[in-house]
């Protein structure tokens, strides 16, 4: 399932060195410090990097597709070995299958 991103990842992301409570019920960030100083950001900032951590996770969703089709590091390593033993090229078509079906945007 997708990920979606939500105004405490844009939270988190704008100010890593703050903390923070969130009440999901009324929208309202409460006990706000931060190490470095920095203000709470503004509804508008909050916003975009909303768009913005969604538009950069949703573009990587082929590398979370792959993760996940690639064989085995064992058996790679096991195709690998064979490969160089008899001069084929499983390992390269395994490879090359799992890019080709989840290509790159």
Do not use: C, H
Not at 42 to 69: C, F, G, H, M, P
Request: charged residues 30%; hydrophobic residues 30%; without cysteine.
């Amino acid at each position: 399932m997708d990920k979606i991103m939500t105004k405490q990842d844009a939270l988190l992301s704008l100010r890593p060195k703050a903390s923070f409570a969130w009440n999901e019920e009324t929208d309202v960030i409460s006990n706000y410090s931060s190490l470095d100083s920095s203000s709470i950001p503004t509804d508008s900032e909050i916003a975009s990097e909303v768009t913005r951590l969604q538009n950069e996770y949703n573009n990587k969703k082929y590398q979370r597709d792959r993760a996940t089709t690639y064989p085995s590091i064992q058996d790679q390593l096991d195709m690998q070995y064979w490969d160089k033993k008899n001069g084929t090229t499983t390992w390269v078509d395994a490879v090359a299958k799992v890019k080709s079906d989840n290509p790159k945007p």
